[in-house]
C-alpha cells in the first residue's frame, strides 16, 4: 500500500527498507502466527538480516544506515539501536511501545483476547515477565550508543505517552 513516510523519506534521497518480517500481515496465516511471542526476538532478528542483506548487497552504505519507525517500528527501531548498534549511525521512533511488561500488564489488556495473549505474552505462564522485560527498550538504554530522536503525542490512543517519556529518562539515566 501507499506509505507517506517511506515516499516522504525516498523523495528526499533516502533509500527505504521496509521489511514483512515474520508476524507482517498479507503474507498468509503461517507467516502471521511465525511472529507470535517474537517481539524483540525473532521478528528483531528478521530486520537485523535485512538490513545486513541491504548493505552486503551494496544497496545501503553500512556506514549511513538509520532506522525509524512508528508504534511496534518506534520499538523495533530501539531494539535494533539495543541489540545491534554496530548497524546503525542513528534512530528514531515515533510513539514507540517501549515496555512490553507494561502492556500486558495494563489494565487496558484485560479486554484483549486470548489471541492478544498468544501474541504478546501471557503473563500467567512461567518466565513471560522475564522475558517481555529483556525485551523492552526502557530496560536496554545502556545498550544504545547512537543518537536517538523520540517523538510522541500525548494523547495518542494505541500507545501511551509515558512509554516515550519512560524512554526519555532511561536514555538521560544511561547517560545517552
Given amino acids: 500500500t501507499f506509505d507517506r513516510m517511506a515516499q516522504f523519506l525516498a523523495n528526499a534521497g533516502f533509500a527505504v527498507f521496509q521489511m514483512n518480517f515474520r508476524g ?8 502471521a502466527t511465525s511472529g507470535y511471542r517474537q ?3 525473532r521478528i528483531q532478528n528478521d530486520i537485523t538480516d535485512g538490513v545486513k542483506w541491504i548493505t552486503q548487497q551494496g544497496i545501503a552504505d553500512p556506514n549511513r544506515i538509520a532506522i525509524y519507525g512508528a508504534s511496534h517500528g518506534g520499538y523495533a527501531a530501539l531494539m535494533g539501536l539495543a541489540r545491534n548498534p554496530e ?18 500488564d495494563s489494565a487496558r489488556w484485560a479486554n484483549y483476547t486470548a489471541e492478544h495473549r498468544v501474541l504478546w505474552g501471557d503473563l ?7 522475558r517481555l522485560r529483556k525485551n523492552s527498550p526502557v530496560n536496554l538504554a545502556a545498550e544504545i550508543q547512537d543518537p536517538v530522536f523520540l517523538a510522541h503525542g500525548r494523547h495518542d490512543l494505541v500507545v501511551p505517552y509515558r512509554h516515550t517519556d519512560r524512554m526519555a529518562a532511561a536514555l538521560r539515566t544511561a547517560g545517552r
Avoid: F, K, M, N
Avoid at 507482517?24 to 507467516?31: E, F
Avoid at 546503525?88 to 511501545?97: K, N, S
Fill in 24 to 31: 507482517s500481515t498479507g503474507l498468509g496465516s503461517a507467516h
Fill in 39 to 41: 517481539l524483540g526476538e
Fill in 87 to 104: 548497524l546503525y549511525r542513528c534512530g528514531a521512533a515515533l510513539a514507540p511501545v517501549t515496555d512490553l511488561y507494561a502492556v500486558v
Fill in 124 to 130: 500467567s505462564q512461567p518466565g513471560e515477565a522475564e
